[in-house]
């Protein structure tokens, strides 16, 4: 290589200056190794800039910085810039200043420039040669020679050929200084590189480091990384799969297992704490203590965890991580708090309509960008129509706020509606401007496995790889291919030629873990990903796209959180290599940029306490005795004491939510009750009779008695006005009811209901099913009625039409119908818009075969249903909820609104109706010529004063109104319930003769439910303890524990076919005799109170018998119905179990022998790639 001399003249080299700064006497290298390369440079990776030497200095290689006199100077001056904040001339500073706001225990104020140096792209030199485990091993062997004194910040960061961020080297002094330290920083930002330090500076110390994630996959991520760093010999990993050199100084793992391991320090059947010189916990991720279904698993872990043991707690940003530090210091000891606000790389956030892409923001990052109002984005549509305008003026002129309710026109709600509608953009839409504005790698969130896979399928012809690119995927996918025969996913080949790729739990983790590789190495240009994706996983792209603010869940369609929000939009960014991050949000039909930003601006949620009691824990926490068998007779040996009742309550009273509600609780109900004062005093403020003297002060008595005169005839005649509205509706209702009972017999007719939700109007095609009281048997009917009585009681006294045939054809009448989207609608004549003249012929499908409108009732009426209200009248509500498997083609053959036409309904209505119409206008009418009347009186000036302060004092009551209610949340997520759970679980197990609660005495069904791991140990435990076992093959034993552990597994509707195995008539006969017992063991729960899953469902016994067996991964799979992830997922759930019953205290050798080698059997390829 031609080398240039250091010393040429960069005079002669111009266009070098910007690698170069000759301040002083000191020449400064930045970190552009590449480019010096290229350029034929070659820079010593020894060289250190110094600013107090006047010239470049070594540092001597193989002795600490500690006793270097230039080093320590260095080390002063950067501490005091730290602590004073000065605008010194320090480009170290300001680049780790650049986008952080950080804090020791508080928020820091401080506010940086957005042209301040990146962080990212100014690097500090490198202090030694060789690779970062080389370092480490260099460090080991001073901290040998000179001691532990030694081990500081300055040693720690000179791991890193990078200088670490501000809030990076506050919390490794914080852990330095002996205390525990809760980290809360944006996703990605670098808090693993805070865990990699400590871990630095206790392996060179000799002792050992736990670090612990939530998932398996990030654990084998951080055990690969952790490996590259400090050796194989000094990494082990322990997850519910796998275990490799549990004896290493860094463990990985999940918190599940640390969890357990301090069970066993606490519990009577310990033969060792597990924690022998553990100095250090990481807990990654601790923002999962939110999690529902697991978060109480972290709360465990920092109540249990010995306080000689320094917690290292990494989160997302959330809103109360002071709490959080806090209730740690409290029970655990001294821990500082460290908090970042800003990431290092920054984000722009963006929204994405059809025929453009246009920051969501204003420049200040305050509020929505006014480009993206509704009025600019339908100015055309407006302009066609120059009536709409000048109606919506109108409108806007007779707008009188002395109490009066503002209607707008169904017209002007529809235009809005049929706006959001026309900018929904296509995927290709989204993506064009993507690749136009050069924010490729993406990746791209959508909710459900099959719209990933739609959308890879919608792609998988457009070519975003150049052909050099295109031929280093096909290498990889030979590579790949060889290796994992069985792993590979034929129908994502397509797509992923031309740089397109999904990742969800649908893909083999073996597809999904080489997907990430590809993503990384740039030659995957866009992944479709579910949320999954967002939890951890290191995987950071250029661009995030958002395809919808809403997402399905087990109770319904909810929205993402700001936090979700937030967790998906971390992926953005890539640290090193991109100046600014992206987020695209997408226009949706019922979500708009107006959504997207009260999502985002409405800030990060509180950590919100999970903690439930749970069989393990009560177990564990309370056992001191235990059953030894001597002979054929059983007698009691006491090994240990017991805890005391009081002694768990004071444990599992030290729970997060225990001590957020002991310091916010007071706090909340004190702020409550000054709200509802204040409410109570401005409320008599706006009352008629204060107006009244407000009015009667101000006003002189000619004025006060004109205008109280006129405003006592304008509320008569609204009064009047709302009577003639509900008579029309009445009267709508009469018209409506002969034309739907008609079409209950003959064909299905298709109609469009309608509901107002926030201002906007929703229309929803369905197919109409009839009368609900018609639907024998309906499981909903009673709660409907039950909630919708008080309604319908009030609409029987109020009616009153001469004869009781009228009255009862006027009563509103609850009706069903299937939509579009799948979803079952109830609803009354209130909400129906249309009824049109096609729909579905009421003919059997096939000859013989019921008719679909009896299939429809048949699918209603079998379905457990949870309904959700989504509108709410007088004249009956519109409730719907979602449909199943078997109702989803149906739902596909209702057309959408664009191909129904209004012209074509056959709603005629009355001319009772008709006449009601007309005398509701003409009352509207007569009310707006008197408010026009009432502004044009000589006092009308000062009187709308008296008006808009009451208006003023009314928002104020709303505003206030709305804080109570968050308060009320706030008390009730708060409310401890850890202890009556707990008592309760207590009598559950005291009466199933698993532990003796008075006794403390543990019986041999409680020793293996202690030890056990799954969502009801105690329900495994009779299971497994269960002597019909001991008759299983090994295959059929694996089929049976596969039913134990399938929640959450089911068939995809998608799929061609619905083939599954079917499993032996002897593993179905053992399930039926467990189901027994089940049903014995729910209603013990249901008695006590305990709500906990008992897990057993033979659906997919056949598919894990069919594995065990020996059948090869291509035969299963064979015109499965299943996902390649779900059925993974599911053996390796059962290998998980089969695995634990070796290790179980009190299982016979049989059972243990079968259990073995099914799980030697099933641990096979693909399956056993899962592990590592």
Request: aromatic share 8%.
């Amino acid at each position: 290589m031609r080398t240039t001399s250091i010393s040429s003249s960069l005079s002669e080299l111009p266009h070098l200056l910007p690698f170069f700064s000759n301040s002083g006497n000191t020449c400064v290298f930045l970190q552009h190794n590449a480019i010096f390369r290229n350029l034929g440079f070659s820079i010593p990776r020894t060289f250190v800039t110094l600013r107090t030497t006047s010239s470049l200095s070594l540092l001597a290689q193989g002795y600490p910085r500690a006793i270097s006199h230039s080093a320590n100077q260095l080390s002063d001056v950067e501490e005091e810039e730290e602590e004073d904040d000065e605008d010194e001339d320090d480009d170290d500073d300001e680049a780790a200043d650049e986008y952080e706001e950080f804090s020791v225990d508080l928020f820091d104020d401080n506010k940086y420039e957005d042209d301040e140096i990146d962080s990212t792209t100014m690097e500090a030199p490198p202090q030694f040669e060789g690779q970062k485990w080389q370092r480490v091993d260099r460090l080991r062997s001073q901290v040998r020679e000179f001691g532990e004194e030694i081990i500081d910040l300055d040693e720690l960061a000179s791991i890193y050929d990078f200088h670490i961020d501000k809030f990076q080297r506050l919390a490794i002094q914080s852990f330095l200084r002996g205390s525990s330290v809760v980290v809360s920083a944006p996703t990605s930002s670098g808090k693993t590189l805070i865990a990699e330090a400590a871990a630095v500076a206790t392996v060179v110390r000799g002792r050992r480091l736990f670090y612990t994630t939530p998932l398996k996959a990030l654990s084998n991520q951080k055990y690969r990384e952790f490996r590259e760093t400090f050796g194989e010999s000094n990494v082990g990993l322990l997850t519910g799969d796998s275990a490799v050199n549990k004896e290493a100084q860094i463990l990985i793992m999940t918190t599940e297992i640390l969890r357990n391991m301090l069970y066993q320090s606490i519990g009577m059947v310990s033969s060792g704490s597990g924690l022998f010189h553990v100095d250090v916990i990481v807990l990654d991720e601790v923002h999962y203590l939110s999690d529902i279904s697991r978060g109480t698993v972290w709360e465990e872990i920092v109540i249990y965890c010995p306080k000689e043991v320094q917690l290292i707690c990494l989160s997302a940003t959330v809103a109360n991580a002071d709490e959080l530090a806090g209730w740690i210091g409290q029970i655990h000891g001294t821990t500082e708090l460290v908090k970042s606000m800003k990431r290092p790389v920054p984000l722009t956030w963006h929204f994405s309509m059809k025929n453009s892409l246009l920051p969501l923001l204003n420049e200040k990052g305050t509020s929505m960008n006014r480009n993206l109002q509704l009025s600019a984005l339908g100015g055309e549509s407006y302009k066609e129509d120059g009536s709409g305008r000048r109606n919506s003026r109108r409108r806007e002129k007779a707008s009188y706020k002395s109490g009066s309710i503002s209607v707008q026109s169904t017209s002007s709600k529809d235009d809005t509606n049929t706006i959001r509608r026309s900018q929904v953009p296509q995927v290709k839409d989204t993506l064009w401007y993507l690749r136009q504005k050069d924010m490729l790698p993406a990746i791209w969130f959508i909710f459900s496995r099959k719209g990933c896979d739609a959308a890879v399928q919608y792609l998988e012809h457009y070519k975003l790889l150049d052909d050099c690119e295109t031929s280093e995927v096909e290498l990889a996918l030979k590579r790949f291919r060889v290796q994992y025969p069985d792993a590979v996913r034929e129908s994502a080949l397509k797509g992923l030629l031309n740089g397109v790729a999904a990742h969800h739990a649908g893909c083999l983790p073996l597809w999904k873990s080489f997907i990430e590789v590809l993503f990384q190495q740039g030659l995957v240009k866009i992944v479709f990903a579910t949320e999954t994706l967002a939890a951890g996983i290191n995987m950071p792209a250029r661009t995030a796209v958002i395809s919808s603010l809403s997402k399905r869940s087990d109770s319904g369609r909810t929205h993402l959180s700001p936090n979700e929000l937030l967790q998906m939009a971390g992926r953005a960014g890539r640290r090193g290599t991109d100046e600014r991050g992206h987020v695209v949000l997408v226009q949706t039909p019922n979500e708009g940029a107006e959504e997207c930003c009260k999502v985002l601006l409405s800030g990060v949620e509180p950590l919100v306490s999970q903690f439930t009691a749970s069989y393990g824990m009560v177990l564990n926490l309370l056992a001191g005795a235990k059953v030894t068998r001597r002979s054929k007779e059983a007698e009691m040996k006491v090994l240990k004491a017991g805890r005391t009742l009081e002694e768990a309550r004071k444990l599992v009273e030290q729970s997060f939510g225990n001590y957020v509600g002991s310091n916010v609780m007071l706090a909340a109900k004190d702020e409550l009750a000054e709200i509802q004062k204040e409410i109570e005093v401005l409320t008599l403020e706006v009352s008629d009779d204060a107006v009244d003297r407000k009015s009667r002060k101000q006003l002189s008595e000619k004025a006060y008695r004109e205008i109280s005169d006129l405003q006592e005839e304008l509320r008569e005649e609204k009064r009047l006005r709302t009577e003639l509205r509900r008579r029309m509706e009445l009267k709508r209702i009469t018209s409506l009811k002969p034309l739907l009972k008609e079409m209950e017999n003959g064909d299905l007719p298709f109609i469009c209901l309608q509901h107002n939700k926030e201002g906007v109007q929703h229309l929803l095609p369905a197919v109409y099913l009839g009368k609900a009281d018609a639907l024998s048997g309906l499981k909903f009917k009673n709660m409907i009625y039950a909630d919708g009585s008080s309604t319908l009681n009030i609409m029987d006294k109020e009616l009153d039409f001469g004869d009781m045939e009228a009255q009862f054809d006027a009563k509103p009448s609850y009706y069903v119908a299937l939509g579009s989207d799948n979803s079952w609608y109830l609803f009354t004549e209130k909400w129906i818009k249309v009824v049109y003249g096609t729909g579905f012929p009421n003919v059997p499908l096939v000859q013989g075969g019921a008719l679909p409108r009896e299939t429809m009732r048949a699918h209603l009426d079998k379905e457990e249903m949870q309904w959700e209200k989504l509108a709410h009248s007088e004249f009956g509500d519109l409730w719907c909820t979602e449909g199943s498997l078997e109702t989803w083609s149906w739902s596909l053959n209702v057309p959408g609104l664009s191909s129904l036409s209004d012209e074509n309904g056959v709603l005629q209505m009355s001319q009772a109706y008709e006449d009601a119409v007309e005398c509701y206008k003409d009352q509207r009418t007569k009310v707006s010529r008197l408010k026009k009347k009432i502004a044009r009186t000589e006092s009308f000036k000062e009187y709308k004063k008296i008006i808009d302060m009451t208006n003023f004092t009314k928002e104020k009551i709303e505003r206030l109104k709305a804080r109570s209610v968050r308060l009320v949340s706030r008390i009730e997520q708060i409310e401890p319930s850890g202890w009556k759970e707990f008592l309760q679980i207590s009598n559950v197990i005291h009466e199933a003769r698993a532990l003796d609660i008075n006794t403390k005495v543990i019986f041999p069904l409680g020793e293996t439910a202690s030890a056990i791991r799954g969502d009801n140990e105690l329900w495994l435990a009779m299971v497994l303890r269960n002597k019909i076992l001991l008759d299983l093959k090994p295959p059929q034993l694996a089929a049976v524990f596969g039913s134990l552990v399938s929640a959450g597994i089911r068939v995809r509707p998608w799929k061609n076919n619905s083939y599954i195995y079917e499993p032996s008539t002897t593993v179905v006969n053992i399930v039926n005799f467990l189901d027994e017992q089940r049903s014995s063991f729910l209603k013990l729960q249901e008695k006590h109170g305990v709500k906990i899953p008992c897990e057993l469902d033979s659906q997919f016994s056949g598919m894990v018998e069919a594995w065990a067996s020996g059948l090869t991964w291509r035969e299963i799979m064979m015109d499965c119905a299943m996902d390649e992830g779900d059925l993974a997922r599911l053996l390796r759930r059962t290998i998980d179990l089969l695995a634990q019953i070796p290790k179980l205290p009190d299982i016979g050798p049989v059972l243990q022998n079968n259990a073995m080698i099914a799980s030697n059997v099933m641990d096979r390829p693909p399956i056993s790639e899962l592990a590592g």
